[in-house]
């Protein structure tokens, strides 16, 4: 069943749940779904610094236990509703008490038909699968290549993996950062993804101002490349 049907789906019966393997060699580097149990160390992360709250147009500063809750309890939401998991916890063990020391999501863009209708293949007609990612790395853990791994086994090995073989069968996967972000736009550029829009400056909420986006897409099939986003806000 595809994302968007309302048919209730459990944890075990949800597509993408992981564990996966990123590397075994020097380090073993995994990627599973994100779990209550994880908040503890989310809120001890992400309050080290405000690296990522400097870097993200979402993420707050402090964090509190209440903002990881809801961010978890939003991505079960998703599975439930979906059957599929986007949201994954990066580990240095496949097993779910291994602390996070990082953290990837998937959104699959929505439309509201007639008014917002999906794009299509400018050759066949067929209706686009569209997803936009978003990660965070421990600062901890910077250095080593990590995210730029992270997004890149997202992007090829989960978002453009076939859905008959539990992948999300997205057709245009892409990644926006703040311009200044170089941190952010590397790991993008590693995971395969080129420039789309060089610039463009939208409203970030949590700041109550405007600030200077782009993005990088990278596409599945070639010919989808002339389709770019169109709408950008948080």
């Not at 590397?186 to 970030?204: D, F, H, P, S, Y």
């Amino acid at each position: 069943m595809s994302a968007g049907t309302t048919a209730p789906f459990t944890r075990e019966t949800a597509r993408c749940m992981g564990p996966y393997t990123l590397s075994e060699e020097p380090t073993g580097l995994y990627m599973t779904a994100v779990e209550f149990s994880d908040i503890p160390e989310m809120v001890r992360l992400l309050n080290i610094n405000q690296d990522v709250y400097n870097g993200s147009a979402l993420f707050q500063y402090p964090y509190l236990d209440t903002h990881a809750r809801d961010r978890i309890q939003r991505a079960h939401d998703i599975l439930t509703r979906t059957g599929i998991n986007t949201h994954f916890a990066l580990r240095l063990s496949p097993t779910t008490s291994s602390p996070l020391i990082g953290w990837a999501h998937l959104h699959f863009e929505h439309y509201n038909p007639p008014q917002h209708l999906p794009p299509v293949h400018p050759e066949t007609g067929r209706p686009l699968r569209v997803a936009e990612i978003g990660y965070w790395l421990s600062p901890e853990h910077t250095g080593r290549g990590y995210a730029a791994k992270m997004a890149r086994y997202l992007v090829h090995e989960i978002a453009f993996g076939e859905e008959s073989n539990e992948g999300m069968g997205c057709d245009i996967v892409r990644a926006v950062s703040y311009v200044e972000n170089m941190a952010s736009r590397k790991v993008a550029e590693r995971a395969g993804m080129e420039l789309e829009l060089e610039t463009r400056a939208i409203w970030i909420p949590k700041l109550q101002t405007m600030r200077n986006v782009c993005c990088y897409a990278v596409h599945k099939d070639p010919a989808t490349k002339s389709i770019v986003k169109e709408n950008y806000d948080y």
